[in-house]
């Protein structure tokens, strides 16, 4: 797919590959820099200094530049959004199979955050399920709210989309453009309280907070307004006698939250797994309210099907559900199994792989992360923060959750794999690290 210049300048947090039979004209800015795509490779070139540049000099110049950076690992432009922009990080399955077998599997592309809700999407990955169903997929991950999904989601830019629920799902219902809400990607459950409501140590330390009426005034982070998170956070305040009008709310990611405790510019935060016990390790928060003590069973995640991808691609949008199925029995069968367990400790590297969170004493101490073992949606919880969201102002009307929250995909998918013999994949009895890995962009 190509990108115009204007278009990328318009959305500097977008980056996808030109044609490779683009050369000159094939260029992007992303900051103080400009890129040109060869056939083989990409450079860049100081903006101020690309200005000067005639087609010729470019020509000579990026050639000179290629010959020496294509001896070099060619990773000059991972890492130039910053920790505070949205991560881009792609991954389309790499194996070793012919050119014209990949070229067979069907490309989904989705987004996602990097939290532990999000295994099932990860492990279908890493252990070969997407493969078993012809599939391979890119990702997108959002590093701060997931509510920028939505807009792609409805122009068919992602195919699927897993993280938060937000009222602007419902609101783009209301505006004739249906992101169904196909399967459960993270809720609370009893055995799985991945979802925290943290106050900074010093201020719980010091007795300045010692309930929920304390957090009156405070300066509250989360990933966005009008989500989920603010739905159990509105639920937390009104056993308090607060209202969401009595904090300040401040957008935030997750990983920043953290960051915020520690440099104590950030009072308290809904926050979740591996970012909580993240936290708890670096003694700079303390987890003061979880929300199944709240809203028991709250529906926090889904997963999302874009209108084009389950109008244009039924075949495809079967295939995935498959596979996201069999991610989630694989994700219970480990927490069964228990912490020490080969199959957890798989759990663990996956999550490790995917997140910003490396450190694999912060996964021994987390809760994890609730996923259904089937997928099914909590209907009553969707139900509850579509009310909150109009109590607030972000919708004019309940919406119509049966026709925007099917269960079709689910059912379909749970009775095809509970019908047919389970196919092993190789992936699958082996770790992530020793399986496939997948090339990010």
């Keep these: 797919m190509g990108v115009k210049l204007n278009e990328l ?5 977008s980056v996808e590959m ?27 070139f100081p903006k101020r200094a690309f ?23 060619m990773r000059a432009a991972e890492g130039l959004g910053g920790s505070n922009s949205k991560e881009s990080k792609s991954a389309a399955s790499q194996q070793t199979s012919s050119p014209k077998t990949e070229a067979a599997l069907s490309l989904v592309k989705i987004g996602s955050s990097p939290a532990a809700s999000s295994a099932a999407l ?28 939505v807009p792609l989601l409805a122009r068919g830019e992602l195919d699927v989309g897993g993280g938060n629920l937000t009222a602007g799902l419902f609101a783009a219902a209301e505006e004739k453009i249906e992101v169904l809400i196909v399967a459960d990607k993270g809720s609370v459950r009893k055995n799985a309280q991945y979802s925290k409501l943290m106050v900074r140590e010093d201020l719980v330390a010091s007795g300045q907070y010692k309930s929920p009426r304390d957090l009156k005034g405070l300066r509250i982070g989360l ?5 989920s998170q603010e739905a159990a956070l509105g639920v937390i305040l009104k056993s308090a006698g607060l209202k969401p009008q009595d904090v300040s709310l401040t957008k935030v990611s997750y990983a920043d939250a953290n960051r915020g405790f520690e440099a104590k510019n950030l009072d308290a935060a ?12 670096a003694k700079s928060a303390r987890d003061v309210v979880s929300v199944f003590d709240v809203v ?16 244009e691609k039924t075949e495809i949008s079967k295939k995935f559900m498959r596979a996201y199925v069999r991610a989630c029995r694989a994700y219970n069968e480990a927490l069964e199994a228990g912490p020490q367990s080969a199959e957890f400790q798989k759990v663990i590297e996956s999550l490790m792989k995917w997140t910003t969170v490396k450190d694999r004493e912060v996964y021994a101490r987390m809760q994890p992360a609730g996923l259904e073992r089937n997928c099914r949606l909590n209907m009553g919880s969707l139900k509850d923060d579509a009310a909150y969201y109009v109590s607030q102002g972000y919708l004019k009307s309940m919406p119509d959750l049966g026709r925007i929250a099917p269960s ?23 770790p992530p690290s020793a399986a496939k890995t997948s090339k990010r962009r």
């Excluded at 300048?9 to 947090?13: I, Y």
């Excluded at 992007?28 to 990409?42: D, L």
């Excluded at 200005?51 to 690992?73: E, G, H, I, K, Y």
């Excluded at 709250?298 to 389950?310: G, L, T």
Aim: aromatic share 12%.
């Design 270 to 281: 809904m926050q979740i797994e591996p970012y909580v016990a993240e936290a708890l390790k």
């Design 408 to 430: 079709r995909y689910v059912d379909e998918a749970v009775a095809d794999l509970d019908r047919k013999p389970k196919r092993p994949s190789k992936a699958s009895v082996e």
């Design 9 to 13: 300048e318009r959305s500097s947090d």
């Design 296 to 311: 028991p069973n709250h529906q926090s995640a889904a997963i999302f099907y874009s209108p084009k991808f389950a109008a």
């Design 18 to 44: 030109m044609p490779r039979s683009c050369w000159v004209r094939a260029k992007f800015s992303f900051g103080r820099w400009v890129f040109v795509q060869s056939p083989n490779s990409k450079v860049c």
């Design 223 to 227: 990933t966005a307004t009008g989500t």
């Design 122 to 149: 990860f492990l279908a990955e890493d252990f070969g399920y997407y493969r078993d169903e012809g599939l391979r997929v890119e990702f997108q991950i959002f590093s701060g709210s997931t509510a920028p999904m």
């Design 51 to 73: 200005a000067r540049m005639n087609t010729w000099r470019l020509l000579l110049a990026s050639s000179l530049a290629l010959s020496v950076f294509q001896a070099l690992p």
